[in-house]
């Protein structure tokens, strides 16, 4: 059972988050080099290790906290299922092994992974207290996985796509921050007392300029003149109209359904998002190893 819990605890279904590492493999032409491939799916599963011991530290920075919340109270740790002092025993293990296997296969790797890890545990124990500063650090994560994802496989990752995983990550924690606010109302400063600082409208204001610069750096990125050479084709821009669907899907989701919190369950359980990423990625594939 602890191990059941200790999984559960990891949650394994933000794993998802961790496919950014398979960004650099895609966009450099790589995705047919098995050694790559081989290289990039280590890369991933060290990631999600790692991930998931910092979503056990920080459920257990915010055990109280998370007693209050609707749903995180069920959490193993939050519930009791999880004793901590298992939890802690365990998660140490967990990472130890990680960020040595880590460094072991590129000091460089190492080194992202490890601030990836101390990004994380700074997070849970104090940035997410600073407004804009939580969100900016949620994001920040994303580019490391993004960045591990090139170092991994030797290449050198796009300063485009980096820009456009900031924006993109930011749109997406701006989005769970509205949505935390809207869903715990009275109690919303309870949980996270980052809340206090951020109202609808605030909150509708940032994301209004992450959408339109996000849409605006992935369509530059397309027409880059950098990326015609690189990749080999022009044609990346029809890709354009499954990133706006997209965006566009996800605004309908928060503001009309109430959704948001979690973009992995967003992912993993609308239909209309999961076709619409599904065909980004096959044209992606198509434009940039078939059709050229």
């Given at each position: 059972m602890?191990?059941?819990?200790?999984?559960?605890?990891?949650?394994?279904?933000?794993?998802?988050?961790?496919?950014?590492?398979?960004?650099?493999?895609?966009?450099?032409?790589?995705?047919?080099?098995?050694?790559?491939?081989?290289?990039?799916?280590?890369g991933?599963?060290?990631?999600?290790m790692?991930?998931g011991?910092?979503?056990?530290?920080?459920?257990?920075?915010?055990?109280?906290?998370?007693k209050l919340?609707?749903?995180k109270?069920?959490r193993?740790?939050?519930?009791?299922?999880?004793?901590?002092?298992?939890?802690?025993?365990?998660?140490?293990?967990?990472?130890?092994?990680?960020?040595?296997?880590?460094?072991?296969?590129n000091?460089?790797?190492?080194i992202?992974?490890?601030?990836?890890?101390?990004?994380?545990?700074?997070?849970?124990?104090?940035?997410k207290?600073?407004?804009?500063?939580?969100?900016?650090?949620?994001?920040?994560?994303?580019?490391?996985?993004?960045?591990?994802?090139?170092?991994?496989?030797?290449?050198?990752?796009?300063?485009?796509?980096?820009?456009?995983?900031i924006?993109?990550?930011?749109?997406?924690?701006?989005?769970?921050?509205?949505?935390e606010?809207?869903?715990l109302?009275?109690?919303a400063?309870?949980?996270?007392?980052?809340?206090?600082?951020?109202s609808?409208?605030?909150?509708?204001?940032?994301?209004s300029?992450?959408?339109?610069?996000?849409?605006?750096?992935?369509?530059?990125?397309?027409?880059?003149?950098?990326?015609?050479?690189?990749?080999?084709?022009?044609?990346l821009?029809?890709?354009?109209?499954?990133?706006?669907?997209?965006?566009?899907?996800y605004?309908?989701?928060v503001?009309?359904?109430?959704?948001?919190?979690?973009?992995?369950?967003?992912?993993?359980?609308?239909?209309?998002?999961?076709?619409?990423?599904?065909?980004?990625?096959?044209?992606?594939?198509?434009?940039?190893?078939?059709?050229?």
């Amino acid at each position: 059972m602890i191990v059941k819990y200790i999984f559960l605890s990891m949650r394994p279904e933000q794993w998802i988050k961790n496919f950014f590492v398979f960004t650099a493999l895609l966009f450099s032409k790589n995705l047919l080099n098995l050694s790559k491939d081989i290289d990039a799916l280590v890369g991933f599963i060290i990631f999600c290790m790692i991930t998931g011991c910092s979503y056990i530290i920080n459920d257990l920075v915010d055990l109280e906290k998370d007693k209050l919340h609707p749903t995180k109270s069920q959490r193993p740790i939050a519930s009791g299922r999880l004793n901590k002092t298992t939890a802690i025993k365990i998660t140490t293990i967990i990472c130890l092994v990680s960020l040595s296997f880590a460094f072991y296969i590129n000091s460089f790797f190492g080194i992202i992974v490890l601030t990836y890890f101390l990004l994380n545990i700074g997070y849970s124990i104090y940035l997410k207290n600073i407004v804009i500063i939580d969100v900016v650090t949620i994001a920040s994560g994303f580019v490391l996985r993004v960045l591990g994802g090139a170092v991994i496989i030797s290449v050198t990752s796009s300063q485009w796509l980096v820009l456009c995983t900031i924006l993109l990550s930011l749109f997406l924690g701006f989005s769970k921050r509205r949505h935390e606010l809207i869903l715990l109302e009275d109690n919303a400063t309870g949980h996270r007392k980052v809340l206090e600082h951020y109202s609808p409208y605030f909150l509708d204001q940032m994301i209004s300029v992450v959408t339109a610069s996000t849409l605006i750096c992935y369509a530059l990125y397309t027409m880059s003149k950098d990326t015609i050479e690189k990749l080999g084709t022009s044609k990346l821009i029809y890709t354009i109209p499954f990133v706006l669907y997209g965006i566009f899907r996800y605004l309908y989701l928060v503001h009309q359904k109430e959704k948001g919190g979690s973009p992995t369950e967003v992912v993993f359980t609308d239909k209309p998002m999961i076709i619409n990423i599904s065909l980004w990625v096959i044209a992606s594939v198509m434009f940039i190893y078939i059709v050229h």
